[in-house]
């Protein structure tokens, strides 16, 4: 059942821009799906689902893993070249990288448009994320080993 309603829950913010929890409990209730904003939380936990920009500058649901948060071709390698590691602690991620190369990098992120990131300090060899929330976070860190 876990698992169809996480599936329910990706074909409806595939179909529909979805912004708020509320409206994934909705939809999921007007598709037979009876379960709480706690459960709906988890899910959206689980399956790294982030708040991204719309069509019209407003926020939906979209996996974190997913097409529409790809780095730019040109920004890609020097991601990839500069990228040493990264780790969170509640809402901040710290990205370690080679000398010199953390603006880069952090340009490269910055490339992302994360809607749930405030935004990005860089220094020589490290920078510095900050998230709306700790989830996030550690969805943000996750998502930037993927693209190595």
Known sequence: MKNKRKNAILNIITEKEIETQEEILEQLSQRGFSVTQATVSRDIKELHLVKVRGKEKNTKYAPLTGHTLTIPEQLLPVFKHGFVSADYANN?????????????????????????????????????????TEEYAEGVVETLKNLI
């Open 92 to 132: 901040l991620v710290i990205v370690k990288t080679l000398p010199a190369m953390a603006q880069a990098v952090a340009s490269a992120i910055d490339a992302l448009n994360l809607s749930e990131t405030l935004g990005t300090i860089a220094g020589d060899d490290a920078l510095l994320i900050v998230c709306r």
